[in-house]
């Protein structure tokens, strides 16, 4: 087993989370969450002054999948979620353990 834990922009979300469904994936947790890189925030007017926004908003989205499927369901969110713009998002895959005894 392996968990994929993907973070991608909020508008991409949607999408991203329909690619997941296609695959098949039982198993899914979504998050909000905040988050910069080298994007490095923005500069955003209110009311006529300016502030620095350091975190950017994020959707992070952690799913389980079995070995065979987890380069396919990689690739498939990583094309779906890249709009060719600095901070599109990240994908880690991390090796886990999934007791056959524990059923949801």
């Known amino acids: 087993m392996k968990q994929l834990t993907i973070v991608v922009k909020p ?11 296609e695959m098949g994936v039982s198993v899914c947790a979504v998050r909000e969450a905040k988050g910069y890189g080298r994007q490095k925030g923005y500069l955003d007017r209110y009311r006529g002054s300016e502030y620095s926004t350091a975190y ?44 056959d005894a524990l059923e949801f």
């Open 11 to 21: 508008f991409r979300a949607e999408a991203v989370l329909a690619v997941i469904a």
């Open 56 to 99: 950017l908003p994020k959707v992070e989205i952690t799913v389980w999948v079995t070995d065979d499927t987890e380069h396919e369901l990689a690739d498939r969110v990583a094309r779906t979620a890249r709009t060719g713009r600095i901070g599109d998002g990240k994908i880690f895959v991390v090796p886990t353990v999934w007791p």
